[in-house]
């Protein structure tokens, strides 16, 4: 049997694996679903057991189970890491969904479901690659695969810490970023890095009629909303000064193509200045993600004492999390609208990355990605955040991460009806099992 016959063969098992793991709804950011979480990374230890490792565990250190799997290879060989994760974000309204997200659907080409692209088609392509070589790869094999990276990862640095010697590798492979299109793979070599914030804004004690005290009395909302409105200049550029803007690459994004992938309406401007690319991996941005005040359904004619929303900030490489989140608050802090008061909680933080690849990495890398795709691999960078690049660079200096994808342009991760392209799934199946191939075969 070739090769290419095996990765046909284990693409079958591991797309079932991928449907299993989707039913579960492991949605790490609520509480409601900690023992889905925990059946989730169950089910990856038994896949893990199943395919032929010899040493599978669950680990916590003080936060949700991450499993870790060792697949032993021939003596002198690399060892390759293998990182994803099984956590998910929530759905949103399901009654927007074409079908039950948790229930994977296929059409189309492509299988809806949350999580299907991001990152449990990621951790299919893992089990794909090892089944190919039933459980015995050419080279050494670590696996990691967390339950807690769209929280932010916050205990992954203390997993690492503890099983640092179970966890090195020569080549860290990290499969949850994006390809550039359909059927046109990418190697991620910056990403930019990522934190949050919720800032509160009060003019009052309590609620008071608009009417009757409407004019001299500010409201909440509208001092929040010129808050917000302080943190970018007319141009639309990240306005709260210190941020760091990297040197872009050369890579280039169409504004049409940015526009239809995005999905932004007809007649609305991009904001920002620069190249695309640029303001995409290389510049800031600052984006509210989230309000509470009074819905309109039960809105009265009330001054709204408080209100708060939720600030994503996105920083280049060069950057710093905490650094970032202590400029924006200093910012927030000293232009309060008409002396509201402003109370900033500082949330997660994580750092950006340049990912370069040596030669006899890339070499490999671009072998066998061209052979399974049928077109050579492009170097791009991700607007993205993934924290653990950078720690992993930091813990491990000598390895190196290669980046790698199963998300499109029109995955739709995080989004209502988030998908993954068979097609293009199917390939990454046999570029991931190809490197692992040449790696072996150039030890």
């Not at 870790?68 to 290879?73: M, S």
């Not at 639309?236 to 999905?263: I, K, Q, T, W």
């Not at 920002?272 to 509210?288: C, D, E, H, N, Y």
Request: net charge negative.
């Amino acid at each position: 049997m070739t090769l290419i016959d095996a990765v046909a063969g284990a693409r079958t098992r591991a797309r079932a694996d991928l449907e299993r793991l989707i039913a579960i709804p492991s949605v790490s950011a609520d509480p409601a679903h900690d023992a889905d979480v925990e059946a989730a990374a169950k089910v990856v230890a038994e896949l893990f057991t199943e395919i032929g490792s010899p040493s599978v565990k669950i680990v916590t250190e003080g936060g949700k189970p991450a499993v870790i799997a060792h697949f032993p290879g021939p003596e002198g060989a690399p060892t390759v890491g293998l990182y994803a994760h099984y956590d998910v974000v929530p759905t949103g309204p399901t009654d927007e969904w074409t079908a039950d997200p948790f229930a994977p659907t296929t059409r189309g080409g492509r299988l809806f479901a949350r999580g299907a692209a991001d990152d449990k088609g990621g951790l299919a392509v893992h089990l794909a690659a090892l089944r190919a070589f039933d459980g015995k790869p050419p080279v050494h094999v670590t696996c990691i695969v967390e339950g807690e990276e769209e929280i932010g990862s916050p205990s992954l640095a203390d997993i690492f810490a503890a099983h640092a010697d179970d966890l090195a590798s020569d080549i860290f492979v990290i499969a949850d970023s994006g390809n550039w299109a359909v059927g046109q793979p990418a190697f991620t070599t910056s990403l930019r890095g990522m934190a949050d914030l919720t800032v509160e804004v009060r003019t009052s004690h309590h609620g008071v009629h608009s009417g009757q005290y409407g004019g001299p009395a500010p409201d909440a909302l509208t001092a929040l909303c010129r808050l917000l409105a302080t943190l970018h200049d007319d141009a639309g550029d990240v306005a709260v000064p210190g941020f760091v803007v990297a040197d872009s690459g050369d890579l280039e994004y169409p504004e049409a193509e940015f526009r239809a992938e995005a999905g932004l309406l007809d007649g609305v401007e991009l904001i920002g200045t620069g190249s695309i690319a640029q303001r995409l991996w290389f510049k800031p941005a600052i984006s509210v993600i989230g309000i509470d005040t009074t819905p309109i359904a039960k809105a009265s004619n009330t001054l709204i004492p408080s209100a708060r929303a939720k600030l994503s900030i996105r920083l280049a490489p060069g950057d710093s999390g905490p650094a970032a989140l202590t400029r924006v608050r200093e910012h927030l802090e000293t232009h309060a609208p008409w002396g509201a008061e402003v109370l900033v909680t500082e949330g997660e933080s994580g750092e950006p990355a340049l990912l370069p690849l040596p030669e006899r990495v890339a070499a490999a890398a671009d072998t066998a990605f061209t052979e399974a795709y049928g077109v050579t691999p492009v170097r791009m960078g991700m607007g993205g955040s993934i924290p653990l690049a950078q720690a992993y660079q930091q813990l491990y200096p000598d390895a190196t991460v290669l980046v790698t994808a199963v998300v499109d342009p029109d995955s739709r991760i995080h989004g209502i009806d988030e998908s993954l392209h068979l097609g293009d799934w199917q390939k990454a199946c046999l570029a991931e099992t190809l490197l692992l191939a040449e790696l072996g075969a150039h030890h």
